[in-house]
């Protein structure tokens, strides 16, 4: 069965980077869009950007345009976000989330990395 | 950038019926799409397009979308349905093209 497995909680320091994997399993990797959408504590859902099968294309949105970066590895079946000069309004968990075949919804979606941001 | 707009909280009974609204501008023109997040849980997809089920998920929920309004039903609604509810559309905006709805908590008595 399609599955979407992140990397564990991070504890970061305001200013730095931090960088959560997304292993995929279950489908043909290189066939999906990917998405990543964050969750502050106690609020919505918040979409951050997307990458494309090949890793050669992404659409951030504008919130985050000059923090995020997103990646992929074909090889490993995984794809990355970094985000950069994180600050505590930044604490939330992360989600993968892939791009359903329609491709405007999200049909499975990672577990979820909780990344704290904390001096 | 486009904004959709949910109740925060709804409560129902035990077999009774659920109906979770989400505003927009002009929304039936968009397809809209609905997920269900349980406490502690990753969101999960129960109506896509409007009124399609994934498998797997129980004939009760359904979903319907006209005018400025959409819709997720839950019919005959069960403790394990307690969970936030979010709806979503992509739209043309550039900038933030796919858009969640604010929320809505149900809670079943």
């Known amino acids: 069965q399609v599955q979407l497995v992140q990397s564990g909680a991070e504890v970061k320091k305001p200013g730095a980077s931090v960088k959560v994997s997304c292993k995929a399993s279950?489908?043909?990797?290189?066939?999906?869009?990917m998405h990543w959408v964050r969750q502050a504590p106690g609020q919505g859902l918040e979409w951050m950007g997307i990458?494309?099968?090949?890793?050669?294309?992404?659409t951030y949105a504008q919130k985050f345009q000059d923090r995020v970066t997103m990646t992929r590895d074909t090889s490993t079946s995984t794809v990355y976000m970094e985000l950069s000069s994180l600050r505590s309004e930044d604490t939330a968990v992360y989600y993968c989330?892939?791009?359903?075949?329609?491709?405007?919804?999200?049909?499975?979606w990672g577990q979820g990395t909780l990344v704290t941001v904390s001096s | 950038s486009y904004v959709l707009t949910q109740p925060p909280s709804l409560s129902v009974a035990p077999g009774k019926t659920a109906r979770i609204s989400c505003g927009g501008n002009?929304?039936?023109?968009?397809?809209v799409h609905w997920y269900q997040q349980k406490s502690g849980q990753a969101p999960i997809l129960v109506i896509y397009?409007?009124?399609d089920r994934p498998s797997g998920i129980p004939e009760r929920f359904s979903g319907s979308n006209s005018g400025s309004t959409a819709t997720l039903t839950i019919s005959r609604v069960e403790a394990g349905d307690e969970a936030d509810y979010y709806c979503?559309?992509?739209?043309?905006?550039?900038?933030?093209?796919?858009?969640f709805g604010t929320g809505t908590k149900v809670t079943v008595l």
């Open positions: 989330a892939r791009a359903a075949a329609g491709p405007h919804y999200f049909d499975c």
């Open positions: 279950g489908y043909t990797f290189t066939s999906y869009y």
């Open positions: 990458i494309n099968p090949s890793g050669t294309s992404t």
């Open positions: 002009n929304i039936g023109s968009k397809s």
């Open positions: 397009y409007d009124s």
């Open positions: 979503q559309v992509w739209d043309t905006d550039n900038d933030h093209p796919y858009v």
